[in-house]
Structure formats: C-alpha cells, structure tokens
C-alpha cells in the first residue's frame, strides 16, 4: 500500500545531542511537509520542499534543519535539541501544491515520531 | 491573519449523533478538512469539502459549510466508541504550495 513512513515512532535523546528523524513516502508526492505537535496543541507548520524547493515558515528556529535527498525521502535534524523540543513529529506529503479544483493539494500524514528530550 | 477555531471537548452518547464545529478566518481558503487523530497517532484525512460547496455527505460523516459566516461542521451520525478522539479542523491557503492552518481540535468522548 502506498504510504507516509516514519521512523523511529519513538525517539529519545539527550539535551544538545543532535537528532534525526526520518520519513519516507511510496506516494511519489512532489511536496512533503514536517509538522510539530506539542502536547494538546494543534500541529505547527515548519517547513516544507516543493520538488527540491525548501520553504522555511518565518518562525522555525534555526535549530530545525531539513534535506530531502531524493523524493522519497525527508529528514528533520534538530541540531541542538532543548526541553521545549518535546513533541511528536509530523511528516506529510501532497501531490502537488498549486491549489484548483482538481484538489491534488490533499496532505497525507505518517503516523508521526515522538521527540522525548532527557 | 490566519486563524481557526474549535472548541476543546465534546461529549456524547453512543448512538447518537455528533456535531463538531469550527470557525476559519480567511476567505480565501480553497479546501477545508477535517483529520481525526487517534492516540498516540498520526492524522488521518476524514474528508474535505471545496470552497464552493455547501454540503458533502460520506456513509456516517456530512461537511456543511456556511461561507458567508466561515462556518464548518462536521457532523458524524450513529457514533460509536471508535469515533472517540481528536478531530482537527483545517483550512488550506496556497502560498507557493498548499499550507494548511489546524484549530486546536475538539476531543470527542462517547459515553456508553
């Protein structure tokens, strides 16, 4: 089945020590997404790539970095991880981005990795 | 700016019918979703509904949308135990590809 993969579902790491969080999609989507999702809160936009694109949302720190090396695949660096990092991570994909009726726009969401900071 | 707005909880029987709404800010938005997240889980797509329409109707789940107000209700028939999580309401604006703005969710409890 075509799909959003995220991996790990669980990921622990200490304060300061670099992570990665991986994702992967059999979907060939042109766009794919990474959200954060504190606890109890609604999913925040980070940023996204648009074929090899990369869009930044004006408020990411610095802190999150993002390749995605070939279509497939995308990952999340958090170079520094703090306490306020906690928080699962949301990869999606769309086929397209540019809006109409056709709505190729709809994105598709893994099931998430959760960031615990020791 | 863009906002959207929902309320927190909702709680209902079994076998009754659920109403879970939202308000959106921007009236430029395309597309309007409805994701339901489970615990513990990624969002899954329950449907959407285009700009232009009013209503869209799917087995249990029906969309109305009152675009003069900004108004989106996702109103799901016959609930079940299985329906209880979060339900997160979503508008989508188009800034170079597709962003989509979340409410806060609406945490749908079923009482037996």
């Known amino acids: 089945d075509a799909m959003v993969i995220q991996n790990p579902r669980y990921q622990v790491t200490q304060f300061g020590k670099p992570v990665t969080l991986s994702c992967s999609q059999t979907?060939?989507?042109?766009?794919m997404y990474w959200y954060q999702q504190k606890s109890s809160q609604a999913p925040k936009l980070l940023f996204h790539?648009?074929?090899?694109?990369?869009?930044n949302e004006a408020d990411t720190p610095d802190n999150f970095q993002s390749r995605r090396p070939n279509t497939s695949f995308c990952f999340l660096d958090i170079r520094s991880p703090g306490l306020g990092d906690a928080a699962m991570y949301l990869c999606?994909?769309?086929?397209?981005?540019?809006?109409?009726?056709?709505?190729?726009?709809?994105?598709?969401f893994g099931p998430g990795t959760r960031l615990t900071v020791l | 700016g863009e906002d959207v707005e929902q309320s927190l909880f909702l709680s209902v029987r079994e076998g009754d019918s659920s109403v879970i709404n939202c308000t959106y800010t921007?009236?430029?938005?395309?597309?309007l979703y409805w994701y339901k997240q489970e615990p513990g889980a990624g969002l899954q797509l329950l449907t959407y509904?285009?700009?232009?329409?009013d209503m869209k109707q799917d087995q249990r789940l029906t969309v109305l949308l009152n675009k003069k107000d900004k108004h989106l209700s996702l109103r799901i028939a016959d609930t079940q135990t299985g329906d209880s999580a979060i339900y997160f309401c979503?508008?989508?604006?188009?800034?170079?590809?597709?962003?989509?703005?979340f409410g806060q969710g609406t945490r749908l409890t079923i009482n037996p």
């Open positions: 999606a994909t769309s086929r397209d981005g540019s809006g109409g009726a056709l709505n190729t726009d709809t994105q598709y």
């Open positions: 979907l060939n989507h042109n766009v």
């Open positions: 790539y648009y074929d090899k694109d990369f869009n």
């Open positions: 921007d009236s430029s938005s395309t597309y």
């Open positions: 509904i285009f700009s232009n329409m």
């Open positions: 979503a508008e989508s604006l188009i800034q170079g590809a597709q962003k989509l703005v």
